[in-house]
């Protein structure tokens, strides 16, 4: 569970929670069915999903378990992709915003998950820049899965 105390992981949780908060919001428009709603929620939804699952995946250590996957330049990846999608439906959102109040509260969910997904792709960036490598840095022992499976002590994080 150490990762949730990284810089990482809380960002990790900031894009979970903007993206659910997206989501709720916008489905209390009566005019969700629209174009524009249909594209937010297939980002939001989207990125809840899949920055969920990389986030299970740390906290659980699947990445240390695959050491052959390039996660830090998946991530990069994703992370940018994510950022210009969020980009493009808040603008959209923030249109209709004009004359739905869901819609523009849904958009300012959206540019902060924006943020975030940019501060992420540039901490994935500057990582890939300087070599970084997950595996390198985290023991299995740190790890909650590996944790629970070898340990019976406090899971609390030892530098």
Not at 9 to 37: A, D, E, R, W, Y
Request: proline share 3%.
């Amino acid at each position: 569970m150490c990762y949730l105390y990284t810089i990482p992981g809380m960002v990790k949780v900031v894009q979970i929670l903007l993206n659910l908060m997206g989501t709720v919001t916008i489905s209390l428009s009566s005019i969700v069915t629209i174009p524009h709603g249909i594209s937010f929620l297939v980002v939001s939804v989207g990125g809840l999903f899949i920055t969920g699952l990389l986030f299970g995946f740390y906290v659980f250590c699947v990445y240390m378990m695959c050491t052959g996957i390039p996660w830090l330049k998946i991530e990069f990846v994703y992370c940018s992709l994510w950022t210009v999608a969020c980009a493009t439906v808040a603008s959209l959102v923030a249109d209709v915003g004009r004359i739905d109040d869901p819609f523009l509260i849904s958009s300012i969910f959206a540019y902060l998950a924006m943020i975030a997904y940019g501060y992420d792709a540039f901490i994935k960036f500057d990582a890939l820049r300087s070599g970084d490598n997950l595996q390198q840095h985290h023991k299995a022992d740190k790890c909650f899965f590996c944790w629970s499976l070898t340990s019976r002590t406090d899971p609390v994080c030892k530098a």
